[in-house]
């Protein structure tokens, strides 16, 4: 049941899912294994997609107690609270999360991206000068505080520490500083640390998207195409709807605008609420 539940759960099939979890929850031995901490956790998760935030929390408050040296259960609650408005309930959670994973960074920056896109901002912001403020000269270290610099906007210490980084070793550092200098018009240094980290294992969407935006400004729109193409054959993709944009930007300077036209209707069907997408395919439409 709990395979069944997996499957219902990416197929948004919320409620069945939370019946299936349950049911292989009936089915323990009546003692919390790993299997029931694993099924809780996709169980808490079918809960907050249907909207049923009570139940997750409650989920989530079971797994504190008998998951109590994780971080996640605390992150993921405190997410639900922050999602709620209620931004203490909220704080008392993250904080306890980091507490229990102190050089966890990305914690740190998942904690600031979910305040500051709910328009906590400056309770975000806290976090990511606790995370600088950690003791820690590791290369991955170095790294994730060349990234929180970046986001704080403080462009000199996050090139200084991200370069730092590149000299370790650490392959996503090229991705973050290529974003710096892409945003300083440098796109020449832009490209080629984002070639170097595109020919890596660790290609992610989110650098090929940024390598086709670099080769639409440079008027090669052939290549950007390549790189649009290549994000969305990934089998993680971070930004599909920038990656399908770019596509379509794409085939319309290379004159392609058949293609153009059908992947922007998909698009426009699968996202409605992008307005700008519906006008440009109205001009699409009339070509």
């Known amino acids: 049941m709990r395979d069944a539940g997996i499957e219902q759960l990416n ?43 009570d139940d997750a929390v409650t989920t989530y408050t079971a797994l504190i107690k008998y998951d109590e040296d994780n971080y996640k259960p605390y992150f993921l ?7 709620e408005g209620e931004v203490g309930q909220a704080i008392t959670d993250y904080d306890a999360a980091v507490k229990i994973n102190p050089k966890n960074y990305l914690l740190y920056i998942e904690i600031y991206e979910n305040l500051d896109a709910l328009g906590y901002t400056d309770q975000g912001l806290v976090y990511l000068n606790e995370a600088l403020d950690v003791s820690d000269k590791s290369a991955n270290g170095i790294y994730y505080k060349g ?11 996050a090139e200084e520490y991200l370069k730092k980084a590149v000299d370790k070793d650490v392959i ?27 020919s890596s294992d660790k290609v992610s969407s989110d650098a ?4 086709g935006d670099i080769e639409m400004t440079s008027g090669e729109y052939e290549s950007a195409l390549g790189y649009y193409e290549a994000g969305l ?6 930004n599909k709807a920038e990656l399908i944009k770019g596509k379509v930007a794409a085939l319309e300077h290379l004159g392609r605008f ?8 998909q698009y426009v069907d699968t996202y409605p609420g992008d307005e700008e997408a519906a006008k440009e ?4 439409q009339t070509r």
């Open 172 to 198: 996503e550092a090229n991705l973050y500083l290529a974003k710096l200098y892409q945003d300083q018009g440098d796109y020449e240094s832009a490209e080629s640390l984002l070639k170097k980290y595109a």
């Open 77 to 83: 609650r405190g997410s639900i609270y922050a999602s």
């Open 281 to 284: 395919l109205i001009f699409l």
């Open 233 to 238: 054959d990934l089998e993680k993709i971070d």
């Open 208 to 211: 090929l998207a940024t390598l």
């Open 258 to 265: 058949d293609e153009a036209c059908e992947l922007l209707t």
């Open 147 to 157: 990234r929180i610099y970046y986001l704080l906007g403080q462009t000199g210490d």
């Open 11 to 53: 197929s948004k099939e919320y409620e069945a899912a939370i019946d299936s979890f349950n049911q292989a929850l009936g089915m323990s031995i009546g003692k919390v294994t790993d299997l029931e901490l694993d099924i809780n956790y996709y169980k808490a998760a079918a809960q907050f997609k249907a909207g049923l935030f």
